[in-house]
């Protein structure tokens, strides 16, 4: 059969955010993938720099609506190297707290998704209802669903009352057994196994290969977690371990969400518990000193890197962000040959794709189609080619 | 019941055309609420379905470019009437008075249409993701046409008769066929399960993949006519099993005066329709959808097996009686 282009996106029911494949396929086999991911660039970088640190850092916090909180950490933290505060424990404490439930509800919000793929609508219905337990805690810890506006730079806004710790361990026990329910329910349910197993493999050395990160990874073996490997917040001091699985298919990532869950329960339970007493924020300087930093984070959906360079002043002078996501496209690209069609929602949905988080421009050529990088040179020339256009009209 | 204002008003009123239009919604109310029910959703208020039906009805119709209208225009409503029409023959208060030897086989065939229909309209529709449904629509058909076919067929067999009515009296004198025949009974509610397209075997209108498959395309009344015509299809689905797997409206006595007798049998049809119903809700429920590779691969080497397992033990079964 001659090769097809099966175009899927920018507007597409199984798409929930613009991204555009173009699948070339041989019958129903996948041949090669090609994708734009460039629909929502929002400049959040550039306009970062034109902020006050104070500024900048709401501002980077909606940068991704699931992953809010890591976003304002990762920069948060960052600046906070860079001015060499210490942020007293107890808003390490919230910070963690805060973040792993972050991941909770991500993981749990990702399994309805995936279960949603593959029609499988009870499961997205279930896990989405256990999510607003995750979502209430929030709620009532910081005021908000999605953006919580906890941090700032040297420490948390809000404090923990010991009514708002108490009725986050409450529901913590009932979320704990639905995890198990899910548990069991990924190992047992025939069309789930059906349709996850064997499908979207990787093995450990095309992890490698590719930069994979976060769950994609964990899911062939490979045991990469900043929480583990470079130690922020409090990781250091509560127990958990890094969960991995050697299948390195969209069942092996669905078990490594999964056991993410229950450690992240673990975690925040610890956490609830220890909470020490103290202040909750330092008052950090108004300027950063010249500087550059990589601030490392594990979100929910892997490695969140910021590059933050400062030069003296209130405010960064270049802010650079990889998401996760960014660095999980050439697994997809990779894992999704010789597949079959009707498995790409479910394969891509398994990095947990977040699209305007990872959205870089892209300069099109509307008259030939061209897409590429243009020189500053280039972009001056052709401005000023405009300019002399619109003189002579 | 063999005059003919009483079959005008068999045929058009009850048990017939506006009663079935009537259980129809009823059908896709409880089927809607018994799914909701167990995933922890509140579902639909009881007048859902007639409210999406009337509101559908006045909606724009696009015409997708290139696309050939009357056949588009018809081909719901041609759906509509074979699924409509099959319903006529299956008892519902006692044996139907349109019955006739071979009434079987016109149903099966009737309500192999709608299937053909989605297929056309797939292939009328010029867009892409409604062919790649249409064509779905028929490699599925294929798969599970004929151990629904095998299945439904073997009832008659044993009962030696090609008529519904005629299988549901036997069923009375003897056993249900639910019991003498549990495969067939098993391989009649899958195959049924895969002819109205619903999870696991919507692959035809994977939503995530396809968007809506041979839906895509449709709007206002075509859309209105056509959810309607699938709707009718499983109420007549599950009235065909009911029938010939559960006894259909007859319980294994005879109830005294024929009017009370009627009330009754009418009673235990909705009974029973309603316990097919809920075996599909829950099946729907507690699936996710499998792919078309898969499907042809249980399909053929389990589900046709399992089927023709069930003619082989039907005929052995057969012949003893005969010998005895």
């Known amino acids: 059969m001659p090769e097809v282009i099966v175009p899927i996106g920018p507007q597409h029911p199984a798409l929930k955010e613009p991204v555009n494949f173009r699948v070339i396929a ?13 629909y929502t660039h929002r400049g959040i970088e550039k306009a970062a720099e034109q902020r006050t640190f104070i500024r900048a850092l709401p501002l980077l916090e909606r940068v991704c609506g699931i992953c809010s909180h890591s976003h304002s950490t990762a920069f948060a933290k960052g600046v906070e190297e860079l001015m060499q505060l210490t942020i007293p424990p107890r808003a390490q404490y919230i910070r963690t707290i805060i973040g792993e439930l972050e991941r909770m509800h991500s993981h749990l919000l990702w399994l309805g998704v995936a279960a949603h793929e593959i029609g499988f609508n009870t499961l997205f219905m279930w896990t989405w209802r256990d999510r607003e337990a ?3 805690t929030l709620e009532e810890m910081s005021g908000n669903r999605v953006h919580y506006g906890m941090n700032e730079v040297g420490g948390v806004r809000r404090d923990l009352t010991p009514s708002q710790v108490n009725a986050a361990l409450q529901r913590l026990p009932n979320l704990e057994e639905r995890i198990t329910k899910y548990v069991d329910m990924v190992q047992n349910q025939e069309t789930m196994l059906l349709r996850f197993r064997g499908i979207g493999k990787l093995t450990k050395e095309e992890v490698l290969k590719y930069g994979a990160v976060g769950p994609t990874a964990r899911a062939s073996g490979v045991d990469y977690d900043i929480r583990m490997d470079d130690p922020y917040l409090v990781y250091a001091d509560v127990p958990w371990n890094v969960v991995t699985d050697t299948s390195g298919d969209v069942y092996g990532r669905t078990r490594v969400r999964i056991g993410e869950l229950a450690e992240s329960l673990k975690i925040v339970r610890s956490c609830l518990e220890h909470l020490p007493e103290g202040p909750i924020r330092v008052n950090p300087p108004k300027t950063a000193p010249k500087g550059e930093i990589l601030s490392r984070y594990e979100a929910p959906r892997g490695e969140l890197v910021h590059f933050i360079r400062t030069n003296g002043t209130d405010r960064v002078e270049r802010v650079d962000i990889r998401t996760p996501t960014l660095a999980n496209w050439t697994s997809v690209a990779a894992c999704l040959v010789n597949q079959n069609l009707a ?7 398994a990095i947990d794709p977040c699209l305007s988080c990872t959205s870089r421009i892209t300069i099109v050529d509307k008259g030939d189609g061209n897409t590429g990088i243009v020189t500053w040179d280039e972009l001056r020339r052709r401005s000023r080619l405009r300019d002399r256009r619109q003189e002579g009209a | ?15 017939g055309f506006l009663f079935l239009l009537a259980y129809a919604m009823l059908f896709e109310f409880l089927d809607r609420r018994i799914a909701a029910r167990m995933q922890h959703r509140v579902g639909p208020p009881l007048f859902q379905p007639f409210a999406d039906f009337v509101k559908m009805l006045g909606k724009e119709v696009i015409d997708p470019q290139g696309v050939d209208r009357p056949v588009f225009d018809a081909a719901p409503v041609i759906a509509l009437a074979a699924v409509m029409t099959a319903f006529l023959y299956i008892p519902v208060v006692s044996a139907s008075p349109l019955a006739f030897q071979g009434d079987l086989v016109l149903v099966l065939y009737l309500m192999a249409l ?12 010029r867009n892409i993701y409604s062919a790649i449904g249409g064509i779905r629509t028929v490699t599925q058909m294929f798969i599970y046409e004929v151990p629904f076919f095998l299945a439904l067929l073997t009832p008659a067999l044993m009962a030696g008769t090609w008529s519904i009515s005629e299988i549901v009296s036997w069923q009375q004198d003897h056993l249900w066929f639910m019991v003498l025949q549990p495969i067939g009974f098993v391989v009649a509610l899958i195959g049924l399960q895969a002819k109205l397209e619903r999870t696991p075997f919507d692959i035809p209108e994977a939503e995530t993949e396809l968007v809506a498959g041979p839906w895509t395309e449709l709007t206002g009344r075509r859309l209105a006519l056509m959810h309607l015509a699938s709707d009718v299809s499983c109420v007549t689905g599950c009235a065909l099993i009911a029938a010939l797997f559960l006894g259909g409206p007859t319980i294994p006595w005879t109830i005294a005066p024929v009017w009370l007798g009627w009330i009754c049998g009418f009673f235990l049809f909705l009974a029973k329709t309603l316990v097919v119903l809920l075996i599909l809700s829950s099946v729907k429920v507690a699936t996710g959808r499998i792919r078309i590779d898969q499907l042809n691969t249980i399909g053929w080497k389990y589900i046709a097996s399992a089927a023709l397992v069930q003619v082989a033990v039907v005929l052995v079964m057969n012949s003893i009686r005969v010998g005895a």
């Open chain 1, 26 to 38: 041989d019958g129903e086999k996948i041949v090669r993938l090609e994708l734009d991911i460039s």
């Open chain 1, 134 to 136: 995750v979502q209430d």
């Open chain 2, 114 to 125: 709608p299937t053909i229909i989605l297929f056309v309209m797939g292939w009328l529709s």
């Open chain 2, 1 to 15: 019941m063999t005059d003919t204002p009483l079959i005008i008003v068999y045929i058009f009123l009850f048990p």
């Open chain 1, 343 to 349: 498995d790409i929602p479910v394969i891509v949905a």
